[in-house]
């Protein structure tokens, strides 16, 4: 079993469409809780983090982390074809293990 | 100006050969990593730097080779490239600074491909 696992999709919204994307992690020492954007053949980059248990909202992302279930999510509002991407879900303590992730199209 | 670089973009070369990848970061950061993404997107970490003295090293073949000449670059060699190595390896860096250590940026990566 990975120690974060996350649905790899796809997953295909229309435009203005809220969309959730989901990973579990199985450490339960893991703090640090991450969400990356990786657009085709790009690196990966930081989109927002969390540290322990709540939610963070940056614009029309918001990060949500709850450590009793061992679930994180990413919350995105009134998607645009520009969030179309592969969504990487990452945690640790120490170093960073990383979700498989998600790929998400907005369709315009 | 690109914060982290890396060199080449693309590799392409023959079983059984030796190739390194470069990589350099202008943020100043003093932790720097190396990752392989396979074909099914999955990022695992190898390797991983602190002020030049190697911190994390995985369960990596040690036909890897990472060597940092300063902070601010961390190299990879790879002796007797196999066809398992294909793949997308990214470098990234950080500040070893409490949380702010998680906050890993990126290279382009560099893609390659043994045939």
């Known amino acids: 079993q990975k120690e974060v696992e996350q649905d790899p999709g796809p997953l295909s919204v229309p435009e203005g469409a809220i969309v959730s994307l989901n990973c579990t992690y199985s450490?339960?020492?893991?703090?640090?809780f991450m969400w990356y954007r990786q657009y085709s053949r790009k690196g990966p980059e930081l989109l927002m983090y969390t540290y322990s248990s709540g939610n963070k909202e940056d614009g029309r992302f918001t990060a949500q982390v709850d450590k009793s279930s061992k679930y994180i999510s990413l919350f995105i509002r009134d998607s645009q074809p520009s969030d179309s991407a592969t969504y990487l879900c990452a945690a640790g303590v120490g170093q960073l293990t990383f979700g498989s992730g998600t790929q998400l199209t907005v369709l315009p | 100006d690109t914060a982290v670089s890396q060199t080449p973009k693309y590799l392409v070369t023959q079983m059984g050969n030796d190739k390194s990848i470069k990589c350099e970061q202008n943020?100043?950061?003093?932790?720097m990593y190396w990752y392989k993404q396979d074909s099914k997107k999955f990022l695992k970490i190898m390797f991983s730097y602190n002020n030049k003295e190697l911190i994390i090293n995985e369960t990596v073949p040690n036909r890897f080779s990472p060597k940092s000449p300063d902070k601010a670059h961390l190299n990879l060699h790879i002796n007797s490239l196999e066809l398992g190595d294909s793949a997308v390896y990214f470098c990234?860096?950080?500040?070893?600074?409490?949380?702010?250590?998680?906050?890993?940026?990126f290279g382009p990566g560099t893609r390659l491909t043994v045939t």
């Open positions: 943020l100043g950061h003093d932790t």
């Open positions: 990234a860096s950080s500040q070893r600074t409490g949380s702010v250590y998680y906050e890993q940026y």
């Open positions: 450490n339960s020492a893991f703090q640090y």
